[in-house]
């Protein structure tokens, strides 16, 4: 069986598992569980943004929970000062998307080494979490929508039926949402980077200067890319702000912007199902941590608990011994069975030994 087919079985598996999913799990799933479930979609989408702009573009950005907090404070901002969704929504997208192209001009343009790539959308982040988290006072305001500083903007409104304010999304449609917003997400950036565009930063990410020699320039490849990361992780802080009706400045925090690093690096760069299966099993850890946290004072046991810890254990596992990430080394061991299962046997001497007797 060839990388071809063996790519359409993979499409096809999804496909199959996410419709399964999307369409059993309300019926069969607790609300709780829904609305956990519906968490990790949105962060999926945030993870596969990263995916892109590092995976398979080759920009280290530890500034995605830049973008994502941008969306959703757009979108909370929009929805308080408008009334209806579809705007905000599309600002959500929008604006992220401008600043993201707008800061990559400076980068891409400047010739930024990838380095300092990294530090630049960092402290971009920083930046804005300083900023918004300063913004405590009635006097701070935009519009009718007060931005709250650490206290964040609560009772944010729900994203509605487009052009009609009157029909809310509750909390399963926003499961359905999610969910399906993941699934046009991987299959839209499968066939984005099967075009003659993906080929093209993928070439770039491997060798930029031989690219360059061939007649493409590697600074608009890399701020398109950079844009459309930046755009879905505006539209993954819409949905954020919708599911918990409320959004804070620590949306731009640290822990933020190392946790999808880390849905990457655990998940496999360089893969799209990779972040999404690394976001979710380090989502569903961390909720599992925070939700058995031992009451004894056995210092062991308090510390196993820690979920910081856990990650940190995690993350420094997978860079030392599976530094490819998960999904790519379970293919890596299933392609070895597959040629190990058509290697021919070799011939047996038995039958001649016989004759020859």
Not at 113 to 134: E, K, M, Q, R
Not at 185 to 205: D, K, P, Q
Not at 275 to 294: R, S
Request: aromatic fraction near 12%; charged fraction near 10%; glycine fraction near 12%.
């Amino acid at each position: 069986m060839n990388d071809r087919a063996l790519n359409v079985i993979g499409l096809a598996l999804v496909g199959v598992v996410g419709a399964a999913f999307l369409i059993l799990t309300p019926r069969f799933a607790e609300l709780d569980a829904v609305l956990e479930l519906t968490v990790f979609m949105i962060m999926a989408i945030l993870a596969l943004s990263l995916a892109l702009v590092w995976g398979y573009g080759g920009i280290l950005c530890f500034g995605q929970s830049a973008f994502f907090g941008l969306g959703a404070y757009t979108y909370a901002i929009a929805m308080f000062n408008i009334g209806e969704s579809t705007g905000p929504l599309l600002l959500a997208i929008g604006l992220p998307a401008a600043f993201a192209a707008l800061l990559g001009y400076f980068m891409f343009y400047g010739r930024i080494s990838d380095v300092y790539l990294g530090v630049i959308t960092l402290t971009v982040t920083l930046i804005l979490f300083n900023s918004v988290n300063s913004t405590a006072g009635p006097e701070f305001h935009i519009g009718v929508a007060r931005l709250g500083g650490f206290n964040g903007i609560p009772g944010i409104p729900p994203l509605n039926i487009p052009g009609n304010k009157a029909a809310p999304v509750d909390l399963e449609g926003m499961f359905y949402l999610a969910t399906a917003s993941l699934l046009a997400t991987y299959f839209g950036l499968r066939w984005l980077l099967a075009s003659r565009f993906g080929r093209i930063i993928v070439g770039i990410r491997e060798n930029e200067r031989r690219a360059e020699l061939l007649g493409y320039d590697p600074r608009v490849y890399k701020l398109a890319t950079f844009t459309v990361g930046g755009a879905l992780a505006g539209f993954a802080g819409c949905l954020f702000a919708n599911w918990g009706a409320f959004v804070s400045p620590t949306i731009f925090g640290l822990a933020q912007s190392a946790q999808i690093i880390i849905w990457v690096i655990v998940g496999g760069r360089g893969t799209l199902i990779g972040p999404i299966v690394g976001c979710i099993g380090i989502q569903w850890l961390t909720t599992a941590l925070g939700a058995n946290q031992p009451s004894g004072s056995d210092w062991m046991t308090n510390l196993m608990a820690n979920a910081p810890f856990i990650l940190g254990i995690i993350l420094v596992a997978f860079v030392l011994l599976v530094p490819r990430g998960l999904v790519p080394t379970l293919g890596d061991i299933g392609h070895w069975l597959l040629r190990l299962r058509a290697r021919p046997a070799a011939p047996s001497l038995k039958p001649k030994q016989a004759e020859e007797g």
